[in-house]
């Protein structure tokens, strides 16, 4: 009777949810948080920028006579919304 009380209760526990942060044996917690982090900054900057530099280059050819500028502008905002949303964290 007490070890079906005691798979009772072991089965009736929920499981421990899964870390968000995927740690290595080998490397300590704060290098993992460091490496996802900058993991998330680069990859945001690649989004963003390239993001920036394709409105830039709509822009460019509809609005300004296909000049350079705007798409260098738009990848500038980008990058920048990237190292400000990286400098937040």
């Given at each position: 009777m007490?070890?079906?009380?005691?798979?009772?209760?072991?089965?009736?526990?929920?499981?421990?949810?899964?870390?968000p942060?995927?740690?290595?044996?080998?490397?300590?917690?704060?290098?993992?948080?460091?490496?996802?982090?900058?993991?998330?900054?680069?990859?945001?900057?690649?989004?963003?920028?390239?993001?920036?530099?394709?409105?830039?280059?709509?822009?460019?050819?509809?609005?300004?006579k296909?000049?350079?500028?705007?798409?260098?502008?738009?990848?500038?905002?980008?990058?920048?919304?990237?190292?400000?949303?990286?400098?937040?964290?």
């Amino acid at each position: 009777m007490a070890d079906a009380k005691a798979a009772a209760a072991s089965s009736s526990s929920s499981p421990k949810p899964a870390s968000p942060i995927s740690v290595r044996p080998d490397k300590p917690v704060s290098e993992a948080l460091l490496n996802d982090k900058w993991d998330h900054a680069i990859s945001s900057f690649i989004v963003r920028s390239g993001l920036g530099l394709s409105f830039g280059v709509v822009f460019s050819v509809l609005l300004f006579k296909r000049r350079a500028w705007p798409a260098w502008v738009g990848l500038g905002f980008g990058a920048g919304r990237a190292y400000e949303e990286a400098d937040g964290t």
